[in-house]
């Protein structure tokens, strides 16, 4: 009987390995911070077997050296960098993070936002490391923080689902297209920045559009107790200023920010078509 072998890359070994099973003892996952040494080790690998497996292949990559500006631009004499000196390895557009992967993207945002020409939302939500879906799934004395890999899924899900809402079932009108990019916090949170295009009749372009589905006032705390709680607990900047002058948004005795914002009674549009949203002093 014949051996069947199967090749494995390092993600689809060490992926099994971090999943936790009810019926086993994994150890890694019980490592508090050696785990996340764990994951920061093995990404660090697969991503070194990634680029070397680019370096052996660059015949394959050749062709795409000269199909862009930049490289152009890069081998002028006049813009000679001695630091570029040596045998130059093509990182092509596929690998994540390289500068073609970057450019691309850049290019294909810019050439929808040319054709769709104004951004109607700009839409930023954060991975709250309190989220049942979380907390319900650490193992006893563990935190959010111990298991960066379930924070990562858990919020990649809730991803789609907000897009989905937006794109799919059009919770601010017809959405014709949006662009979004995924970023890390200094805590290891992972938050999107998402830029939605509205079809014509959904554009914001009137106060009470605004309004209809962008506030930036208090919830009322008895019709809407947990929306109330929720903006209390995760959306209120500060204190700062006189209330806590080492706050660190503070610059030169001022917030940064320009918190506290000025009350207003309605929503308007300065001169540049940003809105300066409703904040009245209701107490």
């Known amino acids: 009987m014949e051996e069947c072998k199967v090749l494995l890359t390092l993600t689809c070994y060490v992926a099994p390995r971090i999943h936790f099973r009810p019926q086993e003892f994994n150890s890694l996952l019980h490592g508090g911070h050696l785990f996340t040494h764990y994951v920061v080790d093995m990404f660090a ?8 497996w680019i370096e ?3 015949q394959t990559f ?11 631009v890069a081998n002028d004499d006049d813009n000679l960098d001695l630091n570029d000196s040596g045998q130059h390895v093509i990182l092509p557009s596929s690998y994540i993070g390289g ?12 050439a929808i936002a040319h054709y769709f020409q104004k951004v109607d939302i700009f839409l930023t939500m954060t991975t709250n490391p309190c989220w049942p879906e ?7 004395g563990q935190t959010a923080y111990n298991h960066p890999d379930l924070v990562a899924h858990v919020f990649q899900l809730k991803k789609k689902v907000v897009i989905e809402y937006i794109y799919k079932h059009g919770v601010f009108g017809r959405a014709v297209a949006y662009v979004y990019v995924i970023e890390f916090q200094k805590r290891g949170l992972p938050h999107i920045h998402c830029l939605i295009f509205l079809k014509e009749p959904y554009k914001l372009l009137t106060p009470k559009a605004i309004d209809s589905c962008i506030s930036a006032r208090w919830p009322d705390p008895e019709t809407e107790p947990f929306l109330f709680e929720t903006v209390k607990k995760c959306m209120v900047h500060g204190p700062c200023r006189a209330l806590n002058p ?19 009674g309605f929503t308007t549009m300065d001169g540049h078509g940003y809105p300066l ?3 009245p002093d209701d107490g």
């Open 45 to 52: 690998s697969a991503d070194q077997q990634r680029l070397s």
């Open 56 to 58: 052996r292949n660059q």
């Open 62 to 72: 050749r062709a795409a050296r000269f199909n862009n500006l930049e490289d152009a």
């Open 99 to 110: 500068p073609r992967n970057l450019g691309q993207g850049f290019q294909d945002s810019m």
């Open 134 to 140: 979380i907390e319900q799934e650490l193992l006893p």
């Open 246 to 264: 080492n706050a660190p948004c503070m610059v030169n005795g001022k917030c940064s920010k320009g918190y506290p914002k000025n009350f207003q």
């Open 277 to 279: 949203y409703m904040q």
